[in-house]
């Protein structure tokens, strides 16, 4: 009796037993109560007039959760007359849930799943996704990529950034190795100075030493003039 004197003393509805056998052992149950004055009953009637069925949801759900918990298996109440539907008082009846032929329409009202359990579970949604909100947040407007592989390198090229490391950039032709080096040096120390890409494909095998880092004169036949390099000419310009 201390479900229902505790329902009376929190001034949410007054609660007067008609009928309660129960053997904790056996599992066997069977209550029957009047609710006087319900607060959710009135309340729902005042604001909505009265309705086709029984409104005191907050109520019944404390009643099968506390009866539950004592009885030690699930416990199922109706209210059969609620004051919400026109009548003076509320009246609820409750039995084991295999009792009553539509108990399948209840499950979910009855389900095991911890609220504690189901908040921190979106609660650690909610951390992921805003560390992914901030990886985004990170990626200049011309990268866009969220695949665990994408993200992976990314994260190597952040780790780069404040370095003086030289860097080499492996792939498969169209897989963003450009981006990700102008991304390097967008974000590094030298971003002021330009950015020079060079096709090393396009020049001959003979004369990429001396395309990227000059010639003297007379070094090689055709020689004529010495010159700076591509990369000597831009640190010149730095």
């Not at 949801?57 to 699930?74: K, N, P, V």
């Amino acid at each position: 009796m201390t479900g229902p004197h505790l329902h009376t003393l929190e001034g949410v509805v007054k609660v007067t037993p008609l009928k309660l056998q129960f053997d904790r052992s056996a599992g066997s149950f069977y209550g029957e109560f009047l609710w006087k004055n319900s607060w959710e009953g009135q309340w729902h009637r005042h604001r909505y007039s009265i309705c086709s069925e029984p409104m005191c949801w907050s109520q019944i759900g404390d009643a099968c959760g506390y009866t539950s918990a004592f009885m030690g298996h699930r416990i199922l109440y109706k209210e059969v007359e609620c004051v919400g539907m026109g009548t003076n008082n509320c009246r609820i009846i409750g039995r084991s849930v295999e009792e009553w032929d539509d108990a399948t329409d209840y499950a979910q009202f009855l389900s095991g799943e911890s609220i504690a359990e189901q908040l921190i579970d979106l609660q650690t949604q909610v951390v992921q996704l805003r560390s992914a909100i901030n990886e985004k947040e990170k990626q200049p407007s011309d990268i866009v990529g969220t695949s665990p592989a994408f993200l992976a390198a990314y994260e190597l090229l952040l780790q780069v950034v404040k370095s003086q490391i030289t860097v080499l950039l492996l792939g498969e032709t169209g897989v963003g190795k450009e981006v990700f080096a102008r991304s390097l040096h967008e974000m590094g120390s030298r971003r002021n100075g330009p950015f020079i890409a060079i096709n090393c494909a396009a020049i001959p095998h003979d004369l990429v030493e001396a395309e990227l880092f000059g010639v003297e004169k007379g070094a090689y036949t055709g020689a004529l003039t010495s010159r700076l390099g591509c990369l000597h000419e831009n640190e010149a310009i730095q």
